[in-house]
């Protein structure tokens, strides 16, 4: 460092030109416990200087009061609390964390460190309480006779990375929970399979199948980081397998909606099973057999949600009639789908083809997300 | 016995309803949501309870503590296995997803026994 000793400037210790170097030659010293600079101990003067060209947050925390005098580095570290920080003394400035400085300044001035690893600590920088955590470090600094005179602190602020961690340990968790969610889907898939078919083939394929639907429904809320997905895009995703080469037999159609996580898995593999049906007794187990697929949202008549109205109507197929038994599908969509979507589903064996009607509501067919705790 | 299947996956909901009624129980429910749930475990006589811990976003404690003051005994089913559960419920029993039938049956027979 430059010293200047014939200038008469008492900061001229400072040796830097920035922000923090012109407050602490602005400030009235006096008022301090530490006293005008011309009364400052070679240390104090030392330490600033040095503190001064760091570009990590430093403070320093002078005699018992801890008069505090901090870098730049610091000053954007310390937000809203700045430049009130400056002179004064450290367990008013942080009035929130006055204990935790407290012990700082009884072992520092005993001569003794101090060292913190993601010490999380509640700090007041913007005027709201606001969770920080720091790498924060401390020790003493001696005078001439080697007693300390004061601490200094280093500041690395860890918040953004502990964040980070705690985010990933989440999706983690939340990973490991869909996974096992999701092998109980096909553990659901496996077992119930078995119970309604003849064949090991029939149930090779028809289980096999079934995991794609599920898989293809994934596919959709993937891309919409499983917070729902568009009706028409899931739909589209469900049927595209079924529709005959060379001729759309399968239309959709209806305004655009969002629906839930819960609902677009559920309604995708109902149309699974509609169209499953319908490739191998219905519409589409003809050369002209069409599809139509709708809905509608439309006011309710009785509170402020909306109705939601899904129809499959097939035509054109080999004449229909009800099946003897209730299988995987017809239990799925007519049990525990209008259980899920809290609404009412039926289906009609009319001469002309199969129709299914599912009524539900905005609100339950907007589910919230499936990230949140437990299940 | 007469046995409130709480489940908000449907293919799941299905699974344990037959893995109850092949027990030879009474399926109330499945409830897929929280309100439902809580609907059903306030009305409805019930020996047991099968409990899904998140219901759509939403926490199914809601429904044991209604089921607790009722005294009706209930377990937990969970892809996060005792993980999930929360105070008062650390002790409470519970079944990891996928389910183990055995493990369900000597369960609901224990219940049944008491």
New interface residues.
């Given amino acids: 460092m430059h010293t200047q000793p014939d200038s008469g400037d008492p900061f001229g210790f400072l040796g830097h030109s920035g922000e923090m170097a012109s407050l602490i030659r602005g400030f009235d010293w006096s008022k301090t416990t530490l006293g005008a600079v011309e009364t400052w101990p070679a240390c104090v003067k030392f330490t600033t200087a040095m503190l001064l060209q760091s570009p990590v947050p430093i403070v320093t925390l002078w005699g018992e009061a801890g008069v505090m005098i901090y870098n730049d580095a610091y000053s954007a570290f310390a937000g809203f609390r700045h430049p009130q920080l400056l002179g004064a003394n450290v367990r008013e400035g942080w009035p929130e964390v006055a204990d935790f400085n407290d012990h700082v300044m009884k072992v520092g001035l005993a001569g003794n460190t101090l060292a913190y690893s993601d010490q999380e600590l509640t700090l007041y920088r913007k005027g709201t309480p606001e969770q920080v955590w720091m790498d924060l470090y401390y020790s003493p600094v001696p005078d001439e006779t080697g007693k300390a005179a004061g601490v200094i602190a280093m500041v690395v602020e860890t918040t953004e990375r502990v964040r980070a961690e705690k985010h990933q340990k989440m999706l983690i968790n939340e990973l490991n929970h869909r996974v096992k969610n999701t092998l109980a889907s096909i553990q659901a898939i496996v077992s119930q399979t078995l119970r309604g078919v003849d064949t090991k083939e029939e149930a090779s394929a028809a289980i096999s199948q079934r995991i794609m639907a599920l898989s293809r429904a994934h596919d959709v809320l993937t891309d919409e980081n499983w917070d729902g997905a568009d009706l028409h895009t899931m739909a589209q995703y469900a049927l595209d397998a079924f529709q005959p080469a060379g001729r759309e037999a399968i239309s959709i159609e209806g305004p655009k909606i969002r629906v839930g996580p819960h609902a677009a898995l559920s309604i995708a593999l109902a149309l699974h099973e509609l169209a499953t049906n319908a490739s191998k007794y219905g519409a589409l187990s003809t050369r002209t057999g069409t599809v139509a697929i709708s809905w509608s949202i439309e006011p309710s008549q009785t509170d402020d949600d909306e109705v939601f109205k899904l129809s499959w109507e097939e035509q054109g197929g080999p004449l229909v009639r009800q099946p003897d038994r209730r299988g995987f599908g017809t239990r799925l969509i007519l049990g525990v789908l209008p259980q899920e979507l809290r609404g009412t589903a039926e289906i009609d064996y009319q001469p002309q083809g199969l129709r299914f009607v599912l009524r539900s509501s905005r609100v339950a067919v907007s589910d919230t997300p499936l990230v949140a705790q437990g299940g | 016995m007469k046995i409130l299947v709480v489940e ?8 344990i309803e ?1 893995l109850v009624s092949d027990l030879g129980h009474q399926i109330v ?5 929280l309100e ?1 749930a809580l609907e059903l475990a306030e009305t409805i006589d019930l020996d047991f309870a099968i409990l ?9 404690f809601p429904v044991a503590h209604r089921l607790t003051e009722r005294g009706i005994p209930f377990m937990f089913a ?3 296995g005792a ?2 559960l929360m105070e008062p419920y650390l002790a409470a029993p519970i079944v ?4 183990d039938a055995k493990a369900v049956a000597s369960m609901l027979a224990k219940v049944g026994m008491e």
């Fill in positions: 908000d996956e449907m293919l799941v909901a299905m699974l037959d429910g499945p409830a897929m949501r439902t899904d811990i998140n219901l759509a976003g939403k926490q199914s969970s892809g996060y993980a999930g990891q997803k996928p389910f």
